[in-house]
């Protein structure tokens, strides 16, 4: 039974540049949630995605966005890439419905490096 | 979500019990403790969760006090494995709501 598989792995990109990150979810799980870690912090919520549309958005600008098809898959796209957009970007699935309150499962994310 | 308070960084002895603690004074009464952990390089990876009793698994214990403003993971035979940040989160119930992570406990264990 796969887990959630994010890629690449690893990205340098420059300043003002376009990225898209990929996140596959765990099998059963149709929400997937992006969070954003800096070097020495916790996780950051950025977004969450389930039926294919943004459910619930953390404090971050429009040049985050993303997307989820129909196979519960899911991008995060960030343009005008600055500076401080380095840092490890993390998928997490889970069922939506979660009546039994299963945790969300995390990739092992993509580190993103920009120049 | 409740905020949550961990100290920063702890020590522990292979083969030892770890006892990580973690205050959620303003915990509401929907509100999940998860516990998480994070090795370095790699994503979160989830350990336990409660709501007001004490839960095991076969990787730790989650005592919950009676109030609920505070919990405790036990790790009962730490090894070197187990060297990791560790993480403590309230969540609500219901939908895949969000989680609220801090700064965690970087847990050392030495030999």
């Known amino acids: 039974d796969a887990g959630v598989t994010q890629s690449p792995t690893h990205l340098i990109k420059t300043r003002g540049q376009q990225v898209t990150l990929r996140c596959s979810p765990k099998?059963?799980?149709?929400?997937v949630s992006w969070y954003q870690q800096a070097l020495g912090q916790g996780p950051q919520f950025i977004f969450q995605?389930?039926?294919?549309?943004?459910?619930q958005r953390g404090n971050f600008p429009d040049r985050f966005s993303g997307h989820q098809f129909p196979n519960y898959s899911s991008e995060l796209n960030v343009n005008a890439l600055l500076l401080g957009d380095s840092a490890l970007y993390l998928c997490a699935s889970s069922p939506y419905r979660d009546r039994n309150n299963q945790p969300q499962h995390f990739g092992d994310g993509t580190r993103l490096s920009i120049l | 979500d409740a905020k949550t308070t961990q100290p920063p960084s702890m020590d522990c002895a292979e083969g030892r019990a770890a006892n990580l603690p973690c205050n959620h004074s303003?915990?509401?009464?929907?509100?999940?403790v998860y516990w998480y952990r994070q090795i370095h390089s790699q994503g979160p990876q989830y350990i336990i969760h409660g709501l007001k009793n004490n839960e095991t698994n076969e990787m730790a214990s989650l005592i919950i006090t009676e109030d609920r403003k505070s919990s405790t993971l036990i790790l009962p035979h730490a090894t070197l494995r187990d060297t990791a940040v560790y993480y403590c989160?309230?969540?609500?119930?219901?939908?895949?709501?969000?989680?609220?992570f801090g700064t965690g406990t970087r847990l050392q264990v030495t030999l």
């Open positions: 303003t915990i509401s009464g929907n509100e999940y």
């Open positions: 989160i309230v969540r609500a119930t219901g939908t895949a709501s969000k989680l609220t």
């Open positions: 099998s059963g799980h149709d929400t």
């Open positions: 995605y389930y039926e294919e549309e943004e459910r």
